[in-house]
């Protein structure tokens, strides 16, 4: 009796295996998994930038450095705040400035990148074109430019577009051109169209490519617009963020300076993350760059 009373106590202390989880508690899981990833990459970043931010703050109160020389992050945002109607319209005309360039990239990049994929002879003979308008530094070329187009804007427009189209061009022809070598013969045996071919493989190919190179011609492009700006802004031409940096040089108002530089940087950042999200968003249900793994 003894031993039968022993085996049942040991029987009911052995734990039952555990169970499946179910469709709601995956999903769940998977909803805190991603929350606590966005939070880190928000989180994170944003702890270090403010700490940066207060031990700028303390160095230029302690050392009592004139603003001058470095302005605190304080008086940099008061002055921001102080001129924002000066720099608002300098914003919009770099914003104008690096948006249309970046679609006249796109455009004509894609555009291009397709006759190259589909005309060998097209590429043999325009890449080399295309490689050296990347490689001839835009600062050496945009007073020339200047001097022959009539129109400062269109001069402006034409140097950040020749800053941005390399990567959109380069990318997707790479990504046209990496088609599984199978697939093509897949597509081939079946008796596909050339339009049907390029729709269902030749397009997802490069989308990835295309993302990756959109992401880079976004900054490109607004450091040709910035570059051409500086070029143009030394005869007083145009009212850019640059121009409002050579401005505040030439009078010395240090704190000026650093709040169109910030007004910069943060467009860049912007750019950089609609992109970013973009890419995600377009790539991020099938291919392997965005999907969304577990850590």
């Known amino acids: 009796m003894t031993s039968i009373t022993e085996a049942t106590a040991a029987t009911a202390a052995v734990p039952e295996p555990d169970r499946a989880p179910t469709t709601e508690e995956l999903k769940a899981r998977d909803d805190a998994l991603q929350r606590r990833d966005t939070l880190l990459r928000v989180a994170v970043p944003a702890a270090v930038i403010c700490g940066l931010l207060v031990l700028w703050e303390a160095m230029v109160r302690i050392y009592q450095i004139p603003h001058y020389i470095l302005p605190a992050p304080s008086l940099i945002f008061s002055t921001l705040l102080e001129n924002w ?86 990318n997707t022809v790479i990504g046209l051109k990496s088609a599984d070598s199978n697939l093509r013969d ?24 295309f993302m990756a190179g959109l992401k880079i011609a976004g900054g490109l492009s607004l450091i040709g617009a910035v570059v051409a700006e500086f070029t143009a802004g030394t005869a007083g031409r145009e009212t850019g963020l640059a121009s409002r940096i050579l401005e505040s040089s030439f009078r010395t108002e240090i704190p000026m300076m650093f709040a169109a530089l910030f007004l910069v940087s943060l467009l860049g950042i912007v750019i950089f993350l609609v992109f970013a999200g973009l890419s995600r968003m377009v790539l991020g249900h099938w291919h392997e760059s965005e999907m969304k793994k577990e850590r």
């Open 85 to 170: 109607q000066t720099l608002a319209p300098a914003l919009w005309f770099t914003v104008k400035l690096t948006l249309l360039a970046l679609f006249a990239a796109i455009a004509g990049g894609v555009l291009l990148a397709i006759a190259f994929a589909l005309f060998k002879w097209v590429e043999i003979g325009l890449f080399p074109i295309a490689v050296i308008l990347q490689v001839t530094p835009i600062i050496a070329i945009a007073p020339l430019i200047l001097i022959y187009v009539s129109s400062t804007t269109a001069a402006l427009l034409l140097c950040a577009w020749i800053v941005a189209f390399f990567p959109i061009l380069s």
């Open 186 to 209: 897949l597509f081939t045996l079946y008796k596909a169209s050339p339009w049907q071919t390029f729709r269902y493989l030749l397009v997802p190919s490069a989308l990835p490519y």
